[in-house]
């Protein structure tokens, strides 16, 4: 299996654009979740979901955050306006019927807002 | 809200030495999760540990999961600069509600 795909691998834009963020889980897996990494907050829960359906996104920062799953095969992660504290490694990552027992993660979005 | 706490912060050692590193909190946990992550990539899962007290070995790494389900610990036996990387600790709620991860161990191992 391919694993996790994350695209694009490196995003810099400029403030008040709008940036997206874009996953493809493995294949099968049920969940799907989104983290931010900084070096200040560590990595930290956005949103998950569980066969397409949005269940916890209590994590989003705020109303300029906003993700979607289509399919099973397809989650995006939006921002806009962005803003220079969004810059971060975003990680996708899927799993099983297992939630958030055995994750897989992508290699990660990072994203540098100027 | 659970909150998971990691030390060391920062550890760097001598290739061949032992070292224990160290996950705790004031909560309990319905399960936890140790990943390494190198520069550049995602977190891999190492393990998962789910009962009060267990003990799971994996090569030169042993992970034990607290009688009361609040921490947890990784010893690594005679490291390898291969172990080097941040290592995080992962858990849920009594529910699976409420995950988060800790802030990390960042290893050193230095041939």
């Known amino acids: 299996d391919a694993g996790v795909i994350q695209s694009p691998r490196h995003e810099v834009t400029e403030m008040g654009q709008e940036v997206t963020l874009r996953c493809k889980p493995i294949s099968g897996h049920d969940y799907l979740f989104w983290y931010r990494q900084t070096m200040m907050r560590g990595l930290e829960l956005l949103i998950y979901f569980n066969n397409n359906v949005p269940i916890d996104d209590s994590g989003m920062p705020e109303d300029r955050f906003s993700a979607k799953m289509p399919n099973a095969s397809f989650s995006t992660l939006k921002i806009q306006p962005s803003e220079p504290r969004d810059s971060a490694v975003y990680f996708c990552?899927?799993?099983?019927?297992?939630?958030?027992?055995?994750?897989?993660f992508g290699p990660g979005t990072r994203l540098t807002v100027t | 809200t659970q909150l998971l706490e990691q030390s060391p912060q920062f550890l760097s050692i001598q290739e061949g030495e032992n070292l224990t590193v160290y996950c705790n909190s004031s909560s309990v946990f319905s399960s936890l999760q140790w990943y390494r992550q190198e520069p550049g990539e995602g977190p891999v899962l190492l393990v998962t540990?789910?009962?009060?007290?267990e003990v799971k070995k994996l090569k030169r790494l042993t992970f034990q999961f607290g009688d009361a389900r609040k921490d947890s610990s990784l010893h690594i036996t005679a490291a390898q600069t291969g172990d080097t990387g941040l290592y995080l600790c992962?858990?849920?709620?009594?529910?699976?509600?409420?995950?988060?991860f800790g802030p990390g161990t960042r290893l050193s191992v230095l041939p």
């Open positions: 540990v789910v009962t009060g007290g």
């Open positions: 990552a899927s799993s099983l019927a297992t939630g958030f027992d055995e994750q897989y």
């Open positions: 992962a858990g849920a709620g009594t529910y699976g509600q409420n995950f988060v």
